[in-house]
């Protein structure tokens, strides 16, 4: 029961997630973004349930393209006479020898790319799911970008081009938590296409995300520490 991911409850926990980022900040840009983040972890369960089903149509395909090819072969052999010569020389056995070589090399691998197809099938759906992925964990740190954790405490001019702020310490906190629990839920979502489908390119590709949201998440997190040291200075100053 607790040995894999439940995509159910991770699209049940990205919906929580969405719905206390509306209500704290309706209208942001990153309650845009948790809407998409939802929708993804949506089509990312059907996704993974589709990685692990066989794909019947291409396996038929491959197994009679197999047969056929195989069938050629043996045809081609029977369809040599018996009683004539095969090789008259050494020079003609070795290149008989290289043509027939060459020619189950090339089977070979035309067997193996059909083999293969199924793989790089799901292969390619898997890893265009994945790119969108790695583009919202750069969505949400340009969110997160402008959030400068100790903008409270600062006593100096703004100036005209710098963004506007309109977060108090508290709701910032929360705003960055968001971000935070956004990123590693990317990293869950991106572990869902793997459970199913063995494939080391895919597994990769997952683990890049994983990589990329857990680096983003940390920097994250150090925004939110020093927030925290500002508000706890800030609650001593007005101590008297």
């Not at 991106?190 to 063995?198: D, G, I, K, R, S």
């Amino acid at each position: 029961m607790y040995l894999s991911l439940d995509p159910e409850r991770i699209f049940q926990t990205t919906r929580a997630l969405c719905d206390r980022t509306a209500e704290m900040f309706p209208e942001s840009g990153l309650s845009k973004v948790g809407e998409e983040l939802l929708s993804v972890a949506r089509q990312a369960a059907e996704t993974s349930a589709w990685l692990g089903k066989p794909l019947l149509w291409v396996r038929v395909g491959v197994v009679l393209c197999i047969g056929l090819m195989v069938g050629l072969v043996f045809a081609s052999l029977f369809a040599v006479k018996t009683e004539a010569t095969l090789f008259s020389s050494v020079s003609d056995f070795l290149q008989g020898l290289e043509s027939a070589t060459n020619e189950m090399v090339l089977l070979g691998f035309a067997i193996f790319f059909l083999a293969s197809l199924e793989t790089r099938i799901k292969r390619a759906r898997a890893l265009k799911s994945i790119h969108m992925l790695r583009s919202l964990a750069h969505i949400i740190d340009l969110h997160q970008l402008a959030k400068d954790p100790e903008r409270p405490s600062r006593s100096d001019v703004e100036r005209a081009s710098a963004p506007q702020r309109k977060l108090t310490p508290f709701q910032l906190t929360c705003y960055l938590d968001y971000c935070s629990e956004m990123l590693a839920i990317i990293s869950k979502i991106a572990a869902l296409y793997v459970q199913n489908f063995n494939d080391s390119v895919t597994l990769a590709a997952v683990n890049e995300v994983e990589d990329l949201s857990q680096g983003l998440s940390r920097k994250i997190w150090q925004k939110i520490m020093i927030l925290d040291r500002v508000m706890s200075a800030e609650k001593l100053r007005i101590v008297p």
